[in-house]
């Protein structure tokens, strides 16, 4: 018999800066965090391993695209990431902007804004979930809730510590190496008997008015990524999302 779960609800408001202010800072650093709970936006972060087991805010799986370093993060020391350039690519005001801990960013924001700490895949899963459940611990848990689209990872969140709130992630995967039934389980949400996810966060390209309603129905809270375009945005608050992740969330506040 499959578990009984209510989604208990997740306040983030009406906008969740996608890793951070992303258009007016190098994304996932402090810089675009501070300016996005500036605004009074919800934050969206991505939480990474490093080699030695620390949780950084990093969104690929490789260095390269984002900073000055080279090769996969999970394969890197912390002791050589908190030494990179996660800003001068964005921009030289922000040279030398480091890539921040996730106990960086909650230090920083926690209890000011809501946070969305996204779990990024990895074949660690223990290790990344006991850590940022030990970062989460001392911050408010009221006030953060993790997200993922590896199912799995979201079972473990659970298993650990039930009381903070889990959102699965969900799109087309256009790109994404997965088989056809991987994707099809994933984008049916087969495994939300076991995750009990309070939240659904689906992709733009995915969604459409039924497939909120009928997610609403069953009583999650609904979010959908990544929305930059201002009548896209209004169409989606008609259809009753609950909120909207953006890089724009300065115009998105402005919006809905």
């Given at each position: 018999?499959?578990?009984?779960?209510?989604?208990?609800?997740?306040?983030?408001?009406?906008?969740?800066?996608?890793?951070?202010?992303?258009?007016?800072?190098?994304?996932?650093?402090?810089?675009?965090?501070?300016?996005?709970?500036?605004?009074?936006?919800?934050?969206?972060?991505?939480?990474?391993?490093?080699?030695?087991?620390?949780?950084?805010?990093?969104?690929?799986?490789?260095?390269?695209?984002?900073?000055?370093?080279?090769?996969?993060?999970?394969?890197?020391?912390?002791?050589?990431?908190?030494?990179?350039?996660?800003?001068?690519?964005?921009?030289?005001?922000?040279?030398?902007?480091?890539?921040?801990?996730?106990?960086?960013?909650?230090?920083?924001?926690?209890?000011?804004?809501?946070?969305?700490?996204?779990?990024?895949?990895?074949?660690?899963?223990?290790?990344?979930?006991?850590?940022?459940?030990?970062?989460?611990?001392?911050?408010?848990?009221?006030?953060?809730?993790?997200?993922?689209?590896?199912?799995?990872?979201?079972?473990?969140?659970?298993?650990?510590?039930?009381?903070?709130?889990?959102?699965?992630?969900?799109g087309s995967f256009v790109g994404v190496p997965l088989v056809w039934p991987q994707r099809v389980l994933?984008?049916?949400?087969?495994?939300?008997?076991?995750?009990?996810?309070?939240?659904?966060?689906?992709?733009?390209?995915?969604?459409?008015?039924?497939?909120?309603?009928?997610?609403?129905?069953?009583?999650?809270?609904?979010?959908?990524?990544?929305?930059?375009?201002?009548?896209r945005m209004v169409e989606l608050d008609s259809w009753g999302v609950d909120a909207i992740i953006t890089?724009?969330?300065?115009?998105?506040?402005?919006?809905?």
């Amino acid at each position: 018999m499959r578990p009984f779960h209510r989604p208990r609800p997740i306040s983030a408001g009406r906008v969740v800066a996608h890793r951070g202010f992303s258009q007016a800072a190098p994304e996932n650093t402090l810089a675009a965090f501070e300016r996005a709970a500036e605004l009074g936006a919800a934050i969206e972060l991505d939480a990474a391993l490093t080699a030695t087991g620390e949780v950084v805010c990093l969104h690929d799986a490789r260095l390269e695209r984002t900073t000055n370093g080279t090769g996969l993060v999970e394969e890197t020391p912390f002791s050589e990431v908190q030494n990179l350039d996660a800003g001068g690519w964005f921009d030289p005001r922000f040279k030398g902007e480091p890539i921040p801990t996730l106990k960086d960013v909650l230090d920083a924001v926690a209890g000011r804004v809501m946070i969305d700490i996204e779990l990024k895949p990895t074949r660690r899963k223990s290790a990344l979930v006991n850590a940022v459940i030990d970062a989460v611990r001392h911050a408010s848990v009221e006030r953060i809730f993790v997200s993922s689209f590896d199912p799995f990872l979201l079972m473990e969140v659970r298993r650990r510590e039930p009381a903070i709130r889990r959102a699965q992630l969900v799109g087309s995967f256009v790109g994404v190496p997965l088989v056809w039934p991987q994707r099809v389980l994933l984008q049916k949400l087969v495994f939300n008997p076991w995750t009990q996810p309070d939240a659904i966060i689906g992709g733009d390209d995915f969604v459409t008015a039924r497939w909120v309603e009928r997610q609403k129905r069953r009583g999650y809270t609904v979010m959908v990524y990544t929305v930059n375009d201002p009548e896209r945005m209004v169409e989606l608050d008609s259809w009753g999302v609950d909120a909207i992740i953006t890089d724009r969330p300065d115009m998105a506040l402005q919006t809905v």
